[in-house]
């Protein structure tokens, strides 16, 4: 059972939708949401979902920056984590970064960046802030992956290869032939916690190496297959 219809949702139910598990991928993507009525929208349904689904597993898809940041948002998240642990007698959360596919929120970091670049506008980003983008289909693997071997168990997905966003937007650049005097990106100083980074449960990386996926060039490579 897949509840959603974003690009998580879209994903899954072209190869997984069983009756045997519930995928949740509907509510608040936009990290930079502060109205009160959408946590509470989401809050609702998923209590409403973990109620009446008690007896089959419950999956669930966090952001691997909870702790690293602090707004309205991360605090959702927090919340909604707690209340599938108190709710639910099967469960994974998986804590996930950046993720891209061929659809998307149109308020993630990758659509932010391609559209400031594909257009010529001026941008900032901080030049220590590390990310990590993870390809959706990736993620619908990985999760097939872990459903039947781990239960009641929060899940790090660091990502892959974690990147400074400087250099993220610079694979962009590339893609679309905007050439550095072309590039209007402001470079600014931040002191976040980059340590999320280390966050990746052993499970990922046996995904990652029973699958032969390699960190190195693996950004670019995604950003290819989706943006070009």
Known sequence: MIIGNGLIAKSFLKKHDKD????????VSNSKEDNPKNFKR?????????????????????????????????????????????HSKDYIIFRVPQLIGSCGNNNNLINYLVGKIKSGESFKVYGNLKRAVVDIEDLVNFVMYCENKISCKTVYVGGI???SVVDLSKIIQYFFNVNDGNLKMEIKDTNEDNRWTSLTSPIFKDYLSDFSIESRGYTQKIIEKYIK
Do not use: C
């Open 20 to 27: 045997d598990i519930v995928i949740f991928a509907s509510g």
């Open 42 to 86: 989401e809050k609702d349904l998923l209590l409403k979902t973990l109620e009446t689904h008690q007896e089959i597993k419950f999956i669930y898809f966090s952001t691997v920056l909870i702790g690293y940041k602090h707004n309205p948002y991360y605090s959702h998240k927090k919340e909604m984590e707690n209340l599938i642990r108190l």
């Open 161 to 163: 290869e974690p990147i």
